[in-house]
């Protein structure tokens, strides 16, 4: 039997230093509110050491090693006849949503993303299961995905439920 393959473009590579920028504020925002608790006294003796320890792996870890698994998994696709995304970093997902089902494309830009230049774009269907997003394009890639989509859509018939 045949496995499913990969979808074909990945995200921008800059993604990788976007996630590590949102990882490391994450990681500072976390570390500092371990150092408040362990300094105002509400976590005290070995447990402060171990809980700044913990947070500062977690930021380690989310800075170094997760943005560049993340970029290796997340992937994209859009065909003439559907959305194909793969995501995640601990759990991988694939979905594939047909373009006769979308009913709207989204983009956001926070402020990590403008950074870098970068968009996610949201892609939501009639699917139970949610929206599909793409995350870390650049925003030329972004804009072309909107146009092409909104047009496919366009040309399917029916109201996409």
Excluded: N
């Excluded at 990882?23 to 509110?33: D, F, P, T």
């Excluded at 700044?52 to 992937?75: D, E, K, M, N, S």
Aim: net charge positive; glycine share 8%; charged share 20%.
């Amino acid at each position: 039997m045949d496995q499913l393959r990969e979808p074909r473009h990945l995200v921008a590579p800059r993604a990788k230093a976007m996630w590590a920028t949102q990882y490391g504020v994450a990681g500072v925002v976390v570390l500092a509110v371990v150092v408040v608790l362990a300094w105002t006294g509400a976590i005290t003796g070995v447990w402060r050491y171990v809980a700044c320890a913990a947070a500062a792996l977690l930021a380690v870890v989310g800075i170094c090693v997760v943005p560049f698994w993340r970029y290796a998994v997340h992937r994209w696709e859009i065909t003439d006849t559907a959305v194909y995304t793969q995501r995640g970093w601990l759990v991988r997902e694939r979905r594939i949503a047909p373009v006769s089902r979308v009913q709207t494309v989204d983009t956001e830009r926070g402020p990590i993303d403008q950074l870098f230049g970068l968009t996610t774009v949201t892609i939501t269907t009639a699917s139970a299961k949610g929206e599909l997003r793409i995350e870390g394009l650049r925003r030329g890639d972004a804009e072309k995905v909107v146009r092409d989509l909104t047009t496919a859509t366009a040309a399917s018939p029916g109201d996409a439920t």
